[in-house]
């Protein structure tokens, strides 16, 4: 079976900092292009960040110059280190696993910041 397990939120205040993890297991890790989502209240999912198998990254305007995305291959992990963080960045976190037409989404993890 497929799963994609979250971990890392909390809550902290603004300019703090957390790491988010997301654990893959069911797929060749190695060939999928993985992402981050959020989605506060009231809004649309979206993008925050993505890796694709070669490394290479993007991320949205919001975040850029604050966030970073990894991946360790050999752990089967994908990471998302959020510096200076602002209450604009509340939101549930979903880790999400693509490759062609097949998309997989992990349970989410809160991320709240106080400000």
């Known amino acids: 079976q497929v799963h994609l397990v979250e971990s890392g939120g909390g809550l902290v205040q603004a300019g703090g900092s957390l790491r988010l993890s997301c654990a893959a297991s069911g797929i060749i890790f190695s060939l999928y292009t993985m992402g981050w989502y959020r989605q506060a209240p009231g809004k649309q999912r979206e993008l925050v960040a993505g890796?694709?198998?070669?490394?290479?990254?993007n991320y949205a305007d919001s975040v850029k110059g604050r966030f970073t995305i990894s991946r360790d291959t050999a752990k089967n992990s994908v990471y998302l280190q959020m510096n200076s963080l602002k209450p604009e960045d509340t939101a549930v976190y979903y880790c999400?696993?693509?490759?062609?037409?097949?998309?997989?989404w992990g349970q989410g993890t809160q991320v709240t910041v106080s400000s």
């Open positions: 999400n696993a693509a490759r062609g037409p097949r998309g997989l």
């Open positions: 890796i694709t198998s070669g490394g290479s990254t």
